[in-house]
C-alpha cells in the first residue's frame, strides 16, 4: 500500500463488458461471472463458499446521481467434488450475483468493474455503455481495450499512473471512494487568515495562488491552472475538515426542547454538500480569470448577453460584443465548466453573435459520442494539456489545450 494512490484503497481490480448472458436475466438465471487466476491473487481461493460484501453501483451520464444497492457476491468453486478419472478436477471460481436494482438496470456491452477495497469489502460497478462515465473509470485504474470477452485486472495500483491527482479524485468520489487530503501546515495561517470560516471563493483561490512561488501562466499556462486547482482542493479540504470537526464537537442540541436538533444538522450538512458542489466551477473560474490578466488578454466576465445569457467570459469585452460593428469574428467567448454532463449545451445559447464557442472543462474521458455532437455544434473543447491523455486518439487531434487558446485570443486582440 502506497499513500497517495490507488493501492492506498484498492488491492486490485478487475473489469470486462458484459456479455449477453451475464447481463440478460431472460436469457440465463445462473447470475455468474468466470473469475480468472489473476483475480484470485487478491481475491483469493477459498475452500468452501464464500459471501463477499459488496456494494453495487450504477451509472450513467444522463441520472444525476448512482443507483447503490448493498448486497453480496459469493465467490465459489463450481467444480468442488467433481472427478475425472478418479481424480478431482481442477478448480474453477465463479462469482455468483443476486438480483439487485443495479444488475436489473444492466445491459450487454456496459461495463463491469469488481474491485477489492482495503477494508475487504468489494465495489461492484456498472457502467453504461459508450458513457463518459465508463471511459472514465477505466482510464482511472488504466484499462486500455476491453474488447475480449474476459476479465482484465489490475493488482499493481502505484505507477505513476495511479498516484490521485484532482481529477481522479473527483472520479473516485462518483464511485464512493472518499479520498483525504490535507496540507496542515497551512491550517493555523488559514485560521488566522480567515477568522476561523470560510472566506469567499475569489479570497480563497488568492490564497491558494500566493502559496505556490515562481509559476509563470504565460509560460505553461495549462501546468500552472492545474497546480493553482490542486492547491485549492488541497487546502479547501485542510481547512474544511477543520471547521466540520469543530462544528461537530458543538453538537447540536435544540434548546427550546432538550432535544436533538435534527433540522440543525440536516441543514448544516446540506450547507457542506452545496459550498463542494459550488466551489469547484467558481475556483476554476477564478483562477482561470488570473491567468487572462497574467496573460494580458482583454475580457469580461459574465457579461449579459441576448435574453439575459452571462457566459463565463467575453473577449475583448462586453462593450465590444455589443457593438454592431465590431467585427464579429474577433469575438470569443468561453464557457467554463468543471465537469459536463449534459450541461455543456447550455453555452451554445449564450452569444449569438459568435458562431464557433469554446467550452473550458476539466471533466476526463468525455465519450466520443458527446465530443462528435459539440463538434456537430461548432462548440470546441478546451482542457489542461495533460487531460488529453484520458481521450481517444482520434478525440486527442480535435482537442485544444490552454496554452492554443490563450494564443488564439490573444491573436485576434493584436
Known sequence: MKPGYLSEYFEGVAAKRLSAVEADETRSNQH?????????????????????????VYLNDDDPDPIVED???????????QFRKGKPRSPEFRFYFPTTTVSLNASEGDLLFIAKKRDGGLLVIIAENGSSIGRQIEWLFGFVDLAHPGFSVKSELETEQDRIEFTSRFILENIGIVVETSEDSYLEEMLNRFSGRFPTTREFSAYARSTLKDLDPKEAPDLVLMAWMEREEILFRTLERYLIADRLSQGFTDNAKSDVDVDGFLSFSLSVQNRRKSRVGLALENHLEM???????????????????????????????????????????????STCKDRWRQVLAEADRITDKHLLTLETAISAHQTDEMRAKRLQLVLPRKLHETYTVTQQAWLMDIASFTELVRTRQA
Do not use: W
Open 71 to 81: 448486497a453480496f457476491l459469493t465467490l465459489y468453486n463450481c467444480r468442488k467434488g
Open 32 to 56: 455468474e461471472y468466470q473469475a480468472i487466476a489473476r483475480m484470485l491473487e487478491f481475491m483469493g481461493r477459498p475452500d468452501e463458499n464464500t459471501r463477499l460484501s459488496a456494494r453495487y
Open 291 to 337: 491567468l487572462f490578466v497574467e496573460c494580458g488578454i482583454q475580457y469580461a466576465r459574465t457579461a449579459v448577453t441576448e435574453n439575459k445569457a452571462k457566459p463565463d467570459f467575453i473577449f475583448p469585452g462586453d462593450a465590444e460584443y455589443h457593438n454592431p460593428t465590431f467585427d464579429p469574428l474577433k469575438l470569443t467567448m468561453l464557457g467554463v465548466k
